[in-house]
C-alpha cells in the first residue's frame, strides 16, 4: 500500500511522463487546484498546456478541529490539466490509478454523470466523478467555460483527492492514521497542529474588521493591478479575496443576502482577469502556439503538443 | 464458425461507442434514436420487422431485422415552367421544354399541361401532343397552366440511404445537456470513440464527430478492453456475452433483480424494492454484478428513513427487511462479475461506515436539542428574500391552518396549531442540512420520538404529500390541513410577487403544489373552503406584497382581508389552480367538454368537489337522450340570451299554449333546483333540466321568440334567461358538444 509521499512521487512521474510541466503548488491561499494561475488562466485561449502538480487547498467552513477522521479544512489535491483534450484521456487517466498501484483487476471503477460549476470564477465543465469500489477518488472535468470565455480548444481537468485516495486504498479508519512517509512518521504527526489551531482561527479568533478591510484592499490591489495592464498579479490579488470571502463565510460574518454581492465582487475580478489574460497572451502573439512544423515554441515549456 | 453467427439478410447492426453517457439520459436517448430511424425509413417504404435498441453506459445500440434491401422504384409527379414561358408566339416549344424534360429523363412527347397553384398540381388539361395541336397564342398565355412529368425514380440501396441517415440522426439526439473535447469537436452527449454500422454484415460508410464507421467494437472499459471485429448482429451479442457484457437494460434489470431478491433470501429477510433506483443502477453498468455488503448493527437504532436515504443517495444501495426492521447490509451493482479479492465489497462497506457515521452523528446531535428549542433557528433561514424568513412563514401557516381547522371542526385547533407551529422546524436540523430529500420526514421522526400526538407528527411526517399524481395524500384531517395551508401560503406568496411560472419553466414547483390542492381538495376528508383559506392566505400576507399600479376604486375584492391591489394575483391563481383541476379530471377519464361544461357552472369558482360532482353527473347523464335535446337547447338559449339585458318575466304576457307550457316547467324546474341546491345533489339536478326537454322543444317549434311586438319578444327572453340561470348552477351545457347520431 502506497504512502501519501509514494502517491504524490506516482502521479507525479506518470503525468512528467506523458509530458505535463510538473509545476508546484501556487504559494497562496486557495480552494482548489482549479484556481492556480496554471489552470485557471492557461485555459483559455488557444496555446496547448500540459500540466500537473499538487494544491494544497484551504477550505476554511470544512475545519473540524482536527477530530473528524474524515474532514479536513486543507487537503491536497493532485492535479492535471491537458490541453487540448486528447482522446484518450480516460485512458491516460485509468494508467495513472495502475501507476498507483490500483489493480483494476480487482476494483470496480465506474464514472457517473458529475458536471462543475464554479460561479465565482465564471466556469463550468461537463465529466464525472470517478468512484472506485464505490468511493469517489477523482474528478474529470471537460472544461466548458471559464471566466465566462467560451474555451476552444477544450481542456480536461483531473482532480485526485490525495488523502481520501491513500485512506480509501488503505482502508484506514482515520486520515490521522495515514502514513505520510513509508515506515516513518504519520499523516497526523505531520499536519494536526495544522488542522487543529487553523480551526481555531478560522472559526474564532480571525479578526472579522480586519478581514473585511483586507478584501476591500485586494479588490482595489487588483482593479489597480488590471488598469495598469499587469494581470497576474490582478490575478493574485482576487484570489486573496476569495479566500477572505471564505474566511468571513466561516466566521459566520456574510449574512444570507449580503453574500450575493460579496461573490458577485469576486466573480467581476475573476472575469476580468481572465478577459485581461487573453488579451495579454494575444499581444504576446500566443507564444505557445506551435508556429510550424520545427517551431521551437510548440516544445518551448517542455509541451507536449496533443497528438490526437 | 457456426452459420447463425454470418450475419443474416436485412439486418442492420448499429453500435456507438462513448465515453460514459450520464444514467439519466440513455433511456430517452436510444428510444428517439429508433424512433427517428424507424420514422424515416418507414417514410421510404422501408419497413423493417423488428427494431431492438439497448445500451450500457459506454454503448447507444440498435438492431433492425428484415429490413428490405433497397428502396421500392418509384415515379414521382415533377411541376415544369409555365406554359406561358414553353411557347413561343408561334406555339412552338422554346428551350425550356427541353430542359425539363431532360432533367425529368422523359421524352417531349410524354410531358403533360396541367393546373397547377403554389407549386402543387393539380388536374391534367391535355397532353404535350394536344397542346402542340392548338392554334399558335390560344390558351398560351393562360394562368395556372403549368408543364408537368412524371419522373421513374429508381429506388436506393438501403446502405446508401443508411450513410445518410444515420449520422444525421445521431448527430441531431436531444440531450439535456452537451459538451465539447479536444480541439472543440461536438457539441454531443460525451466523445465518441467508436461505430459499428453494419447492414447484411457490410459497412455502413459514414463518419460521427470524427470517428469513421467500421465493424470493429470493445470490450468492457477495465476488463476486456481489447477491440475485436464484428460480423453482424448474432456475432456481435455473442462476442459482448463472452465478456460478461448484458447490453439489453431490460436484461440487467431482471439480473439485478433476481440477484438482489436472492441475496435478501440469503441473508434471511427481504429486498426493499425501488424500481427507480434499480433503473439507475442498470444504467450505470455493463456488467450487472450485484455486491453485498453489511454495516455495524448498532446503526440499525438510526431511523428506518435515514439509513435508507443515506444508502440510496450516497450509496446508491438498496436494503434488506425482515420483520419491518431494516437489515444491517445493502446490495448495490458493481461493474464486473465477480469480487475475487474481497476488494470491492470492502470498499463499499467503507464508505457506508463514514457515511452512516456520519448520520449517527448528526442524529444524536438533532437528539440533544428539543425541537421547541429550535424554532428559534427558523428566523435565520428564508423561505423568500420578499416572503420573510421560515419563522415568518411558520406564524401565517398557524393562522392560516387554524382558520381552516375551524371552518370543519374546532376540535381539530390544538393539534392543527401544533402540528403548523412545527411544520417547519426540521428545516433547522442538521440530517435536513444533509439529507434535503428528509425534510418534513425528519422532524416527524422527531415530534414522534419526543411524544407528540400521533395526528400531529404524521401531518409533519406527511406535509409533502402528495409528491405526485399517484402519491398518497397525508394521512388524516390535521395533516390535510396543515399541508393544504403551507402550499396555499407558498402560492398567494409567489403569485403575489408575480413569480408565476412561465412555458416549462417552475423553479418554485409551483405546479406541484398546486397539484398537490387540487388533490387533497378533492380527496381530502373533509370539505376545504379553498376560496376562503385563499383569502386568509392573502391577507396574511398582505403587508409582504408589493403594491403597484394603480387599484382601480371600488374594485371588488373576494374577501375584506385581501388587498385591491392584490386581486389580480388572486385571480391570477385562482385560474392557475382550475388549470390543474381541468388537468386532473381530464386524467380520470372525464371528456374535454364534460369538464367544460362543469368548470362553467356558476356556483363556486374554487368548489372543486362541486366541479368533480358535476363532471360525473354530467358524464353519465349524457347517455339519456333528453340530454341532447336539452344540451342543444341550451345553445340555442345562450346565443339568444347572449349580449342581451336583462328582461322581466311576466306570466300574464305568455300567449302562446307552447310558451305557458314552458313557463309551468320552469317553474318546477326552479323548485327542484333549490332542493337540489340544498342537497348538493347534481344527479337529480339534472334530472329535472332533463324534464325540461320536451317543453323546450315545443317551445322552439312553435314560437317565434324575435316576435316583431318588443313586449312580447322580451318577456320570451326573460322566460329563457331564468331558466339559462337554474341551469347554469349545475353546469354550463351549452360547452358540451353533441354528437349526431347517424
Redesign the interface.
Same mark, same amino acid.
Given at each position: 500500500m502506497k504512502s501519501f509521499q509514494e502517491l504524490i512521487l506516482a502521479l507525479s512521474d506518470y503525468w512528467a511522463g506523458q509530458g505535463c510541466v510538473l509545476q508546484q503548488p501556487y504559494d497562496l491561499e486557495v480552494g482548489a487546484g482549479t484556481m492556480h494561475p496554471d489552470t485557471f488562466l492557461r485555459v483559455l485561449g488557444p496555446e496547448p498546456w500540459r500540466v500537473a502538480y499538487v494544491q494544497p487547498s484551504r477550505r476554511p467552513a470544512d475545519g473540524r478541529y482536527g477530530d473528524n %477522521?474524515?474532514r479536513l479544512y486543507k487537503h491536497n489535491q493532485f492535479q492535471v490539466i491537458l490541453k487540448?483534450? %486528447?482522446?484518450d484521456v480516460?485512458q491516460l487517466y @485509468?494508467q495513472s490509478l495502475e501507476a498507483m498501484g490500483v489493480d483494476?483487476? @480487482?476494483?470496480? &471503477?465506474?464514472?457517473?454523470?458529475d458536471?462543475w460549476e464554479a460561479p465565482t470564477l465564471g466556469a463550468w465543465? @461537463?465529466g464525472?466523478q470517478v468512484m &472506485?469500489?464505490?468511493?469517489e477518488i477523482s474528478q474529470f472535468t471537460?472544461f466548458?467555460q471559464a471566466g465566462g470565455l467560451e474555451?476552444? %480548444?477544450?481542456s480536461?481537468e483531473l482532480t485526485y483527492g490525495l488523502e481520501r485516495i491513500t485512506m480509501?486504498l488503505g482502508?484506514e479508519k482515520s486520515i490521522y492514521d495515514i502514513r505520510w512517509v513509508p515506515d516513518g512518521v504519520n499523516y497526523g504527526q505531520v499536519r494536526w497542529q495544522d488542522e487543529h489551531e487553523f480551526s481555531k482561527y478560522n472559526f474564532e479568533i480571525a479578526d472579522v474588521d480586519f478581514l473585511r478591510r483586507q478584501f476591500d484592499g485586494y479588490e482595489n490591489e487588483s482593479r489597480r493591478c488590471l488598469a495598469a495592464g499587469i494581470v497576474l498579479p490582478a490575478y493574485e490579488c482576487a484570489l486573496k479575496c476569495s479566500h477572505l470571502f471564505n474566511l468571513l463565510d466561516a466566521r459566520g460574518a456574510v449574512s @444570507?443576502?449580503e453574500r450575493v454581492g460579496v461573490m458577485k465582487r469576486v466573480r467581476d475580478l475573476a472575469i476580468a482577469c481572465a478577459r485581461e489574460y487573453l488579451a495579454s497572451r494575444e499581444r504576446l502573439g500566443f507564444p505557445l502556439l506551435p508556429k510550424g512544423p520545427d517551431s521551437p515554441a510548440a516544445g518551448a515549456a517542455g509541451v507536449e503538443v496533443?497528438r490526437? | 464458425m457456426d452459420s447463425t453467427m454470418q450475419p443474416q439478410a436485412g439486418e442492420l447492426l448499429l453500435e456507438v461507442r462513448a465515453e460514459e453517457i450520464p444514467a439519466r439520459m440513455l433511456p430517452g436517448a436510444v428510444q428517439e434514436l429508433g424512433t427517428r430511424l424507424f420514422e424515416e425509413l418507414m417514410s421510404r417504404g422501408l419497413s423493417p420487422k423488428t427494431l431492438d435498441s439497448a445500451f450500457t453506459p459506454r454503448r447507444l445500440v440498435l438492431i433492425l431485422r428484415g429490413l428490405p434491401s433497397k428502396e421500392k422504384d418509384r415515379t414521382e409527379e415533377v411541376l415544369g415552367p409555365p406554359v406561358k414561358n414553353a411557347f413561343d408566339a408561334a406555339g412552338k416549344p422554346t428551350a425550356a421544354v427541353a430542359a425539363f424534360a431532360k432533367k425529368c429523363d422523359v421524352a417531349e412527347s410524354d410531358l403533360r399541361i396541367v393546373e397547377a397553384a403554389k407549386g402543387k398540381i393539380g388536374k391534367t388539361l391535355r397532353t404535350f401532343a394536344a397542346q402542340l395541336s392548338r392554334p399558335a397564342g390560344e390558351g398560351a398565355t393562360g394562368g395556372g397552366e403549368y408543364l408537368a412529368a412524371t419522373k421513374s425514380i429508381i429506388g436506393r440501396e438501403t446502405v446508401a440511404l443508411l450513410a445518410e441517415l444515420l449520422p444525421k440522426i445521431l448527430i441531431a439526439l436531444t440531450w439535456q445537456k452537451t459538451m465539447r473535447w479536444g480541439a472543440g469537436t461536438g457539441p454531443w452527449v460525451r466523445p465518441v470513440h467508436g461505430v459499428v454500422a453494419l447492414f447484411e454484415g457490410k459497412v455502413v460508410p459514414f463518419e460521427l464527430l470524427g470517428i469513421q464507421a467500421g465493424c470493429e467494437s470493445a470490450g468492457h472499459s477495465t476488463l476486456s478492453p481489447k477491440g475485436f471485429p464484428v460480423k453482424g448482429v448474432e456475432d456481435y451479442l455473442a462476442a459482448l456475452a463472452s465478456r460478461s457484457i448484458v447490453v439489453f437494460p431490460a436484461e440487467r434489470k431482471r439480473l439485478l433483480l433476481e440477484g438482489m431478491t436472492e441475496r435478501a433470501r440469503a441473508l434471511g429477510g427481504t429486498l426493499v424494492e425501488d424500481s427507480g433506483l434499480l433503473d439507475k443502477l442498470v444504467a450505470i453498468c455493463e456488467i450487472p454484478g450485484v455486491l453485498e455488503g453489511s454495516f455495524d448493527s448498532a446503526l440499525c437504532s438510526l431511523p428506518r428513513e435515514v439509513l435508507a436515504t443515506s444508502l440510496r443517495d450516497h450509496q446508491s444501495a438498496l436494503t434488506v427487511e425482515k420483520d419491518g426492521q431494516l437489515l444491517p447490509v445493502f446490495l448495490t451493482v458493481m461493474d464486473r462479475p465477480d469480487d475475487p479479492a474481497g476488494r470491492v465489497r470492502a470498499g463499499n462497506e467503507w464508505v457506508v461506515a463514514a457515511r452512516l457515521a456520519d448520520a449517527k452523528f448528526f442524529f444524536e446531535k438533532d437528539r440533544s436539542v428539543p425541537l421547541a428549542d429550535r424554532r428559534a433557528g427558523l428566523a435565520k433561514l428564508t423561505f423568500q428574500e420578499k416572503l420573510g424568513s421560515y419563522a415568518e412563514k411558520s406564524a401565517r401557516l398557524v393562522e392560516l391552518s387554524v382558520a381552516m381547522a375551524r371552518a370543519i371542526d374546532p376540535g381539530l385547533v390544538p393539534d392543527v396549531t401544533q402540528a403548523a407551529e412545527f411544520l417547519k422546524v426540521d428545516l433547522a436540523t442538521d440530517m435536513v442540512k444533509e439529507f434535503t430529500d428528509l425534510q418534513g420526514i425528519v422532524g416527524g421522526i422527531y415530534a414522534r420520538a419526543e411524544g407528540a400526538p400521533e395526528a400531529v407528527w404524521q401531518a409533519i411526517y406527511d406535509q409533502y404529500r402528495p409528491a405526485g399524481a399517484k402519491d398518497a395524500l397525508p394521512r388524516g384531517v390535521v395533516g390535510q390541513v396543515t399541508a393544504l395551508a403551507d402550499r396555499l401560503d407558498t402560492l398567494a406568496g409567489f403569485f403575489g410577487l408575480g413569480l408565476i411560472p412561465t412555458g416549462s419553466k417552475d423553479p418554485f414547483g409551483l405546479r406541484r403544489a398546486a397539484l398537490g390542492v387540487v388533490r387533497i381538495a378533492l380527496e381530502g376528508e373533509a370539505e376545504f373552503n379553498l376560496e376562503a383559506a385563499l383569502g386568509v392566505a392573502f391577507g396574511l400576507l398582505r403587508e409582504k406584497l408589493p403594491v403597484k399600479g394603480v387599484v382601480e376604486s371600488g374594485a371588488s375584492v373576494p374577501s375584506p382581508s385581501v388587498s385591491p391591489a392584490h386581486r389580480k394575483a388572486f385571480d391570477q391563481l385562482v385560474e392557475f389552480l382550475r388549470d390543474r383541476l381541468t388537468h386532473v379530471l381530464g386524467e380520470r377519464g372525464f371528456a374535454y367538454d364534460e369538464v367544460a361544461a362543469a368548470m362553467g357552472a356558476d356556483g363556486g369558482v374554487l368548489d372543486f368537489r362541486g366541479i368533480a360532482a358535476r363532471a360525473a353527473a354530467l358524464q353519465s347523464a349524457r347517455q339519456e337522450p333528453d340530454f341532447a335535446i336539452v344540451a342543444q337547447a341550451a345553445k340555442r338559449i345562450a346565443n339568444i340570451t347572449k349580449g342581451s339585458e336583462a328582461f322581466t318575466f311576466t306570466g300574464a304576457s305568455c300567449s302562446l299554449e307552447a310558451e305557458v307550457a314552458l313557463w309551468r316547467a320552469s317553474d318546477k324546474l326552479h323548485e327542484e333546483i333549490v332542493a337540489a341546491k340544498a342537497n348538493r345533489d347534481f344527479v337529480a339536478a339534472l334530472s329535472a333540466v332533463g324534464r325540461l326537454a320536451s317543453p323546450l322543444e315545443i317551445f322552439f317549434r312553435d314560437v317565434m321568440v324575435m316576435d316583431p311586438d318588443e313586449r312580447l319578444k322580451q318577456n320570451r327572453i326573460a322566460l329563457l334567461q331564468s331558466i339559462q340561470t337554474e341551469i347554469l348552477w349545475l353546469a354550463d351545457l351549452s360547452q358540451v358538444v353533441i354528437e349526431r347520431s347517424a
Open positions: %477522521p474524515f487540448p483534450s %486528447p482522446l480516460q @485509468v483494476l483487476a @480487482v476494483h470496480d &471503477l465506474r464514472f457517473e454523470e458536471n465543465g @461537463v464525472w &472506485l469500489d464505490g468511493m471537460y466548458q474555451l476552444a %480548444p477544450i480536461c480509501f482502508l @444570507v443576502t496533443a490526437g | -
